[in-house]
């Protein structure tokens, strides 16, 4: 049976209003409500869904990020996740954290609890990367199936479905592989209230990248961070002849 | 409508001009599928960017030059999407748009779509007239071209809709029971305006219906006959935020929600809230004095409107727009206003007190162990035990921090589950609870809200539950909570009772009626407010007939009257129950209130035919 680590990023959640900082160096994030990248939800049911089809042995959830990061991990573990590990990284250096450093810090965990499956999401929703299932393959030098819509495991490899531009491509890859997974994979489900209590009993282990030797230098510098225009207010049109007239106008028919 | 979707991808817009052609002059129904059937599946990924779009279309706001925003919207069907939507956006290599040049032009179809969208799937409903033929036409004076002119005069051509189509949504109720013919919207935008209005109504003797944002379920926002329609749409400015006294005064056609949104900026939130909050107004829910999701924590509206001003039947503008906490220099003569449903006079702004946005909120959503259905006539009480054992333990447990104590039971989950897609976040219960805290620090809110559950569940109250602190997690939750009313709409037609009982009775009404109708109802259903002891029953049937509906009424009413039960919780009465008012209210009470009416409205042109039974 396979090891399963998880990576799950804290993101500030999908239902709140983002707002720029007024000295445009990012966004507002203290106060603002947080939860796990949908994304990664997704990765977590996949891996819970292969515990239960007794795919998966162990199931191990990583976030890196201040302290609150932990909140993320709970959410896994009460999703059926069993153990966390919190790769603490704070301040400015968790502003300037990239992919890059992720997949190090991903790849180098892997090989520490001998994972078989690294399940990432495809991406994260605020800094929309999709980086770091692919550069934690090329650290590993381990296979890639990346947007997965569909995983089954066979003896020694695993087939993937995957959503491409022209439709869906099926892969199989060998073990140990990363995937990332892609919107229609799953539906991920509520945590229960059993689990939930349950939850509060697993072990979070804490570590920081200097212990698993990753360096985090930044390898950007954040310019300016701006609000997406505004979109210009509609027009009420009559009928539909003056909306295929307009229509005509504008040059889109 | 995905057919004519499918067809922009291949640019047949030919195509489309007739269909909406046929829809338009044929009415023929028909279900456009904007709209993913659920946040994670999109049909087609051109669909996915119909729906994308302005931030304000996403929640529901009315977004400008948007067809629909003279139009009730409850929470939008879009909302489902935001979850997907923002997952989205950026760089997925699925959700390419093939036609980039066209994605204006399919907004605006959106539009049109939602707007033709409005009578989805039904048949346009007979007038009220028709329908009620023992309700006649009162002696009022009908309009003609110089009373509109005059209108005309005062408020300008474009704030007088005239055209049948234009007000067609003007006539229409939310839940489509009722309809009138008015061919008269005025749209003031100050008290002045609405002064000269009523002046002018009072004197020729012109009746006025006064509208919100219509969303009212007893029939009371839409004339009977021709009334004139006065909207309080473009009435929507807000005067002043107090962020010390937590004091708003705005103008009667602020939306609710709009309302919020505004206030979370001060760190204030307003004190009620309600399914309807993308469309209702201010003012509609301070004229039905509305209850809504937090009324157990935040009290009614009797409480919290500190003040307002209102313009009398005769034109007068009556001040009383104090935001003091407290004064009691003589009669309250604000609570003429609030709760009679635009009778006595049209509120035209509110002082109101909004109380503190909470920094922590958690959500538990219940699944109930079985209970059994015990009817009334079988004399017996048990039954609803388990859930009344659950509500006295928050209500102890949680006390100060509990915000909402709500219930739902099996058909009305299902009703939502399959009419708008939402997932259900438990397997089938009986029924299900959605218990929510308020309050300013995380920790020890979190920390009360697991010792309630664990205890719950130690006792076996519970069969299932999931709680949550995440934003979105709990706004699915309430959506499935607050959609049910468009859910129902959406099932057939809707018998619809808002009662409250004595909370150890709370249920019983629903398998007294299941009982009573058999198989010739389609679903009976039963949800509500649970803490706050308000049931709301619904029934659908495939098409109204006269038949059912004496079958219903008075039963129910003698049902609740029987238990000692309110036969109007918070909806009102509206146009549809004055008769069954003496089911709760004295004879003496009844008199005094059309005593009022005399004295406030002596010519009785505000909202005839609504609230007070008739002379007999
Ligand atoms: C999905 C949904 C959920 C709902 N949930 C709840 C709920 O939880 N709790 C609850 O109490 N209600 C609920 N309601 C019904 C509720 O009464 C209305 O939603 C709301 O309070 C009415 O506001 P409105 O602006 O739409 O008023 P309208 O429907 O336009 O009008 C309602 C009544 O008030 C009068 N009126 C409106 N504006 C004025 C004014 N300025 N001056 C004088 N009279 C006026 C009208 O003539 C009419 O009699 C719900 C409705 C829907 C559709």
Redesign the interface.
Same mark, same amino acid.
Not at chain 1, 13 to 17: G, H, R
Not at chain 1, 190 to 194: E, G, K, R
Not at chain 1, 250 to 253: A, F, M, P, R, S
């Given at each position: 049976m396979a090891r399963v680590l998880v990576g799950v990023k804290r993101v500030i959640?999908?239902?709140?209003?983002v707002r720029v900082k007024p000295d445009k160096t990012g966004v507002v994030t203290e106060?603002v409500?947080h939860?796990?990248n949908?994304?990664d939800e997704i990765a977590v049911e996949e891996a819970v869904r292969l515990k239960e089809k007794k795919v998966a042995s162990e199931i191990i959830a990583v976030s890196c990020g201040p302290p609150q990061a932990q909140e993320v991990i709970r959410?896994a573990l009460a999703m059926g996740v069993d153990k966390g590990i919190h790769v603490e990284v704070t301040g400015p250096e968790y502003e300037t954290l990239q992919p890059v450093h992720v997949s190090k810090i991903l790849a180098k965990i892997a090989q520490e609890e001998n994972a078989d499956i690294v399940i990432v999401g495809k991406?994260a929703?605020d800094d929309?990367c999709?980086q770091t299932a692919q550069m934690t393959a090329a650290v590993l030098n381990w296979p890639q199936a990346t947007?997965a819509s569909k995983i089954e495991k066979g003896d020694k490899e695993i087939t993937v479905t995957r @959503?491409?531009?022209g439709g869906l491509e099926t892969i199989k890859c060998k073990l140990p592989a990363v995937i990332s997974a892609?919107?229609?994979l799953n @539906?991920p489900r509520?945590?229960?209230?059993?689990n939930?209590?349950k939850a509060k009993k697993k072990p979070i282990k804490k570590v920081t990248p200097k212990d698993l030797g990753v360096d985090t230098t930044p390898r950007i510098q954040i310019v300016s961070v701006e609000d997406p225009p505004t979109?210009q207010?509609?027009?009420?049109?009559p009928d539909?002849d003056t909306?295929?007239g307009?229509?005509k106008e504008?040059?889109?028919? | 409508m995905a057919d004519i979707l499918d067809s922009v991808s291949s640019v047949n817009l030919g195509e489309i001009h007739q269909t909406l052609y046929q829809c338009i002059y044929k009415r023929r129904p028909f279900q456009p599928r904007l709209t993913p059937t659920s946040p994670w599946n999109f049909p087609h990924p051109i669909v996915a960017h119909a729906v994308e779009g302005p931030e304000a279309v996403k929640r529901g706001l009315p977004a400008p030059g948007d067809h629909t925003s003279h139009l009730p919207k409850v929470s939008p069907p879009q909302q489902g999407t935001s979850r997907s939507a923002r997952a989205n956006q950026g760089s997925d290599p699925l959700i390419k748009d093939p036609l980039p040049c066209l994605r204006p032009s399919l907004r605006i179809l959106n539009t049109l779509v939602n707007f033709l969208n409005c009578g989805e799937g039904k048949s346009i409903n007979p007038f009220s007239q028709d329908r009620y033929p023992h309700v006649k036409r009162g002696d009022y004076t009908s309009l003609d071209a110089d009373h509109l002119n005059f209108f005309r005069g005062l408020l300008g051509e474009g704030r007088v809709l005239t055209k049948p189509e234009d007000c067609e949504a003007y006539n229409v109720d939310w839940i489509k029971n009722v309809r009138g013919y008015s061919r008269c919207v005025l749209k003031p935008k100050t008290t002045e305006e609405v002064s000269g209005i009523l002046a002018f109504c009072n004197e020729r003797r012109i009746a006025v219906c006064p509208q919100g944002g219509n969303t009212g379920l007893v029939g009371g926002s839409v004339p009977v006959f021709d009334e004139v329609v006065l909207s309080t749409a473009l009435m929507n400015e807000i005067i002043s935020t107090n962020d010390t006294s937590g004091v708003l005064v705005c103008q009667a056609g602020c939306i609710l929600e709009s309302l919020d949104s505004h206030l979370a900026n001060h760190g204030l939130m307003m004190p009620l809230d309600l399914g309807a909050k993308g469309s209702c107004h201010i003012g509609g829910n301070v004229s039905t004095n509305a209850g809504g999701l937090r009324l157990l924590r935040y009290g009614n509206l009797q409480g919290s409107v500190l003040g307002l001003e209102a313009v009398k039947a005769n034109g007068e503008i009556l001040d009383c727009l104090s935001t003091l906490k407290k004064d009691n220099t003589g009669y309250h003569l604000k609570h003429l206003f609030i709760g009679s449903e635009g009778t006595l006079g049209i509120v035209t702004k509110v002082a109101i007190q909004c109380p503190p946005k909470p920094k922590a909120v958690n959500l538990a959503f219940l699944g109930e162990r079985k209970y059994i259905i015990l009817t009334f006539t079988s004399n017996c009480v048990d039954s609803f035990e388990t859930v009344l054992k659950i509500v006295r333990k928050a209500k102890r447990e949680l006390s100060e921090i509990l915000s909402s104590c709500e219930m739902m039971d099996e058909l009305t989950m299902d009703v939502v589950v399959s009419h708008l897609k939402l997932k259900s976040p438990l397997p089938q219960h009986p029924f299900y609870m959605i218990i929510e805290t308020h309050g300013s620090n995380e920790n020890h809110d979190e920390e009360k809200m697991n010792t309630f559950l664990q205890n719950i569940m130690d006792e076996k109250l519970v069969l299932n539950g999931t709680a949550t602190s995440e934003v979105s997690k709990m706004k699915n939750i309430w959506d499935i909570r607050e959609r049910i009313t468009e859910a129902l709409d959406r099932d057939g037609y809707v018998f619809k009772y808002d009662i409250s009982l004595p909370i150890q009775n709370f249920y019983s009404l629903v398998p007294a009626m299941q009982e009573r109708l058999g198989t010739s109802a389609k679903r009976i259903c039963g949800y509500g407010h649970l803490g706050d002891g308000n049931l709301h029953l619904n029934i659908i049937v495939g098409e109204f007939t006269q038949d059912i509906l004496n079958k219903i009424e008075p039963f129910v009413y003698q049902f609740t009257s029987q238990l000692k039960g309110s036969i109007s919780a918070e909806h009102g009465i509206g146009f549809r129950k004055p008769k069954y008012m003496h089911y709760s209210k004295s004879e003496t009470s009844i008199r005094l209130m059309k005593e009022l009416k005399v004295l406030m409205d002596p010519r009785g042109i505000l909202n005839p035919y609504k609230v007070l039974p008739e002379n007999k």
């Open positions: 959640d999908y239902a709140v209003k106060g409500k939860s796990m949908p994304f959410t991406q929703i929309d999709n947007f @959503e491409v531009d892609d919107l229609r @539906e509520y945590a229960t209230l059993p939930i209590m979109r207010a509609g027009v009420i049109l539909v909306l295929i307009k229509l504008g040059g889109h028919i | -």
